[in-house]
């Protein structure tokens, strides 16, 4: 699987997303890259609802900027 996710890949990334090929770290990538990018609103319903949960839990910023490193501290 690609690494970086870019303008030119991410079709391959959201049907490995649907395939549930991808990994944690890959998911939360992905979903920074459709918020960062505005692409998420413009995708079924279910991509937002999963966009908002990242939010509300911290783990990605309504930028699309990754917190992962200040979700998991205690």
């Known amino acids: 699987m690609k690494t970086k996710i870019n303008k030119h890949n991410i ?3 959201i049907i ?4 549930g090929k ?4 890959q998911i939360i990538n992905l ?4 918020i960062k990018t505005g692409i998420v609103s413009t995708l ?5 609802k999963i ?3 990242l939010i509300k839990s911290n783990i990605i910023d309504n ?7 200040n979700h998991y501290k205690n």
């Open 63 to 69: 930028k699309g900027n990754i917190k992962l490193i």
């Open 31 to 34: 979903f920074a890259f459709l």
């Open 22 to 25: 991808l990994s944690e770290i």
């Open 51 to 53: 966009a908002k949960s």
């Open 11 to 13: 079709k391959d990334f």
């Open 16 to 19: 490995d997303y649907e395939l």
């Open 44 to 48: 079924q319903p279910n991509y937002n």
